[in-house]
């Protein structure tokens, strides 16, 4: 005899779908760990099988005994991983909220008021293509060799994807928005304000993305022009004496600190646009 | 008929630009003695030619002296008389050098550069291409330490550009210890000689710290050199590098590049024509690579260029006396070892190699004396 159904009251069918919900989110989340984790452990495998010339590529158990050492020694690049950390973060961290600052702003802008737009996009057209890298000899004679000439190679890395996306979000503004609050006697400033900023904050926030990425990207690059400290630095000094395994280190710590900042960014864009998802 | 002519032109177009692609290669061996034979006449240094065409592929450090010799016996024809073929892979710096050893199958190269070599890339020295001098410390005449550059004081809290890791760094190092101070005394900025020298010009920094060109280019801008190298008796060693690989399958082609890279330095030295030859063939280098250097300041690096003559040489990769240090006692150490082992036991000293690091270099044969002992077997069966 077939057992008549349980019915749900309408609490329990929310907890059991939130219950669900849980468990999915569990479940891809311990695929992430399991994927991070097979990583470092086909990486040391084909170290210790001898696959990979441990001359070549250290090992990650090697690279964590690394990591520990360099929390008190300075050698060889002379600076402890704290101190190469900071050094990276001040640089990386100034070009790209110099970028948010300007970017952002001026990509909005370009894509809401024609004349700015015609006025501003051959510039920036000149100027997007140049690689950052090819700042550098210029930079020095403009801005010396200090915090400020490293942050703008960084900032020309971060400040492009800002420009763009900011750009591209309020173009994609929707037309029977803006003519509802032309209809509502709403000004061209007002509309700018509250209908187009807020639609492009989905594309903004995928260009802050990108731009988190290449100010990482570029810091290797900008502390070549000089410095004393840094992660980028410390990969040089890597170069500089053979040593493979501060190269891995160095990019290892920018992967890790990059890999922070995107889900502080993450978790950011889920308070500022959590209405969207409503 | 519009087509067949659209063709033809094409087809010259071609042609045109195939000949001219042949015709560019700037380095190529191009002897301008084209009277001797590659096929069995007597060649300049007696070598006998070899019977096929051998290509060498030669580690070119642009812009420095101790490259020289290879460019100098390429043009002179050195190289082609004995059917050898010169292929070159153009560096800026010892690092980027032996990563790419690959593509090499003899360098000349910075005793930094060696080092890093010897330690990472398994590339062993063959011989000394030059004891380097030119490594200057320059300031602003106005500065303090160009006044009084024996006061320790003026020097502390100094911002110094130079390339840290470099033999630049121990050539200030060894003059800040000379004074009783240490690296932590100054503030020490990491650049590029070029970007260095570029930043100080661009008012920046206190001292700078740079080689060769650069140096003479800085001297020549008015800056005060206090010290360098040669005055601070750093025995500064570049050298002569080859790969496992070039030592297993290329020995003759090595011997042979050995020997004419050593005879060429003889030939320098040999008369004032040919040092004057030599000053024009290392501004034609620095021209082909895009590095400015004038007639005046090629004479200069020229004159600082201290490469060992081949009998020297060999004396070098030969001779053997205890380590002066008596940290190594496994064996006597030759001449060369013990002059690169300057430059290594600094960078142990400044914590940027390891002890295990000068043990391996001696134990592995890092500086391998046999393709100068093949050489100097050469050589004699050359002179019967």
């Not at chain 2, 051998?54 to 004995?82: H, N």
């Amino acid at each position: 005899m077939d057992q008549p159904k349980k019915k749900f009251s309408n609490e329990e069918r929310i907890a059991f779908v939130q219950n669900q919900k849980r468990k999915s989110q569990y479940f891809l989340a311990m695929l992430s760990v399991i994927g991070v984790l097979g990583f470092f452990l086909i990486w040391q495998i084909s170290v210790s099988t001898g696959l990979l010339s441990e001359k070549f590529l250290a090992s990650p158990l090697a690279i964590f005994n690394l990591f520990v050492v360099k929390l008190t020694d300075p050698a060889p690049d002379g600076a402890v991983l704290g101190v190469n950390v900071l050094a990276s973060l001040q640089v990386s961290l100034t070009g790209f909220l110099l970028a948010i600052i300007i970017g952002i702003p001026l990509g909005l802008l370009m894509g809401w008021y024609r004349g700015f737009d015609s006025f501003m996009r051959p510039v920036f057209e000149i100027i997007r293509p140049i690689p950052p890298i090819s700042w550098i000899p210029l930079t020095i004679v403009w801005l010396g060799i200090g915090l400020q000439a490293k942050a703008f190679i960084v900032f020309f890395s971060a400040f492009v994807p800002c420009v763009i996306n900011a750009y591209t979000g309020i173009k994609q503004t929707n037309p029977v928005l803006i003519n509802v609050a032309k209809t509502c006697g709403a000004s061209n400033f007002t509309i700018f304000r509250k209908i187009g900023i807020p639609s492009s904050m989905t594309m903004t926030f995928a260009g802050i993305k990108v731009a988190l990425g290449n100010a990482w990207a570029t810091l290797v690059a900008a502390e070549m022009l000089s410095a004393s400290a840094g992660l980028g630095y410390m990969i040089l000094m890597g170069r500089q004496f053979a040593r493979p395994d501060i190269i891995i280190l160095g990019i290892v710590v920018i992967g890790i600190i990059g890999t922070l900042f995107t889900a502080i960014l993450n978790m950011v864009e889920n308070k500022v646009l959590g209405w969207k998802k409503l | 008929m519009k087509r067949k002519l659209l063709s033809a032109l094409l087809i010259l177009t071609l042609c045109t630009s195939l000949l001219s692609g042949c015709g560019q290669a700037q380095n190529s061996s191009e002897a301008t003695s084209g009277e001797k034979s590659s096929t069995g006449g007597k060649t300049t240094f007696g070598i006998e030619p070899f019977k096929d065409t051998q290509t060498l592929r030669v580690g070119y450090f642009a812009g420095s002296a101790l490259s020289i010799p290879f460019y100098i016996a390429d043009k002179e024809g050195f190289f082609k008389e004995l059917n050898i073929e010169v292929d070159y892979q153009t560096f800026t710096n010892g690092p980027a050098m032996m990563e790419a050893n690959a593509d090499w199958d003899i360098a000349g190269a910075g005793s930094a550069g060696v080092l890093v070599g010897q330690i990472g890339h398994d590339t062993p020295m063959l011989g000394i291409a030059d004891y380097e001098d030119n490594q200057g410390l320059f300031v602003r005449k106005d500065s303090k330490i160009a006044q009084d550059p024996t006061n320790p004081d003026n020097w502390k809290g100094t911002t110094w550009l130079y390339p840290v890791g470099t033999t630049a760094h121990f050539t200030l190092a060894t003059q800040l210890e000379k004074l009783g101070l240490s690296m932590s005394d100054i503030k020490s900025v990491n650049m590029d000689v070029s970007s260095a020298l570029n930043a100080f010009n661009g008012g920046q920094g206190d001292g700078l710290a740079v080689w060769n060109a650069f140096a003479c280019n800085a001297e020549d801008q008015g800056y005060v050199r206090i010290s360098d190298a040669g005055k601070l008796g750093i025995t500064n060693t570049s050298g002569l590098v080859s790969t496992r690989e070039a030592l297993k399958d290329k020995r003759e082609l090595l011997t042979k590049t050995w020997a004419v890279f050593y005879k060429t330095v003889d030939w320098i030295n040999a008369s004032e024509e040919n040092k004057n030859k030599a000053i024009a063939y290392y501004k034609d280098s620095c021209d082909e690579e895009g590095i400015k250097v004038d007639e005046s300041l090629a004479k200069r690096i020229m004159d600082y260029f201290k490469c060992p003559s081949f009998d020297k040489s060999i004396e070098l990769m030969t001779k053997t006396v205890e380590d002066p240090k008596g940290l190594y006692t496994k064996r006597p150490l030759l001449q060369a070892e013990n002059d690169l082992l300057v430059t290594m036991d600094f960078f142990v000293k400044q914590g940027k190699y390891k002890a295990e690091d000068r043990v391996k270099l001696l134990d592995d044969g890092l500086i391998d004396p046999s393709i100068a002992k093949e050489a100097k077997a050469l050589m004699e069966s050359a002179a019967k």
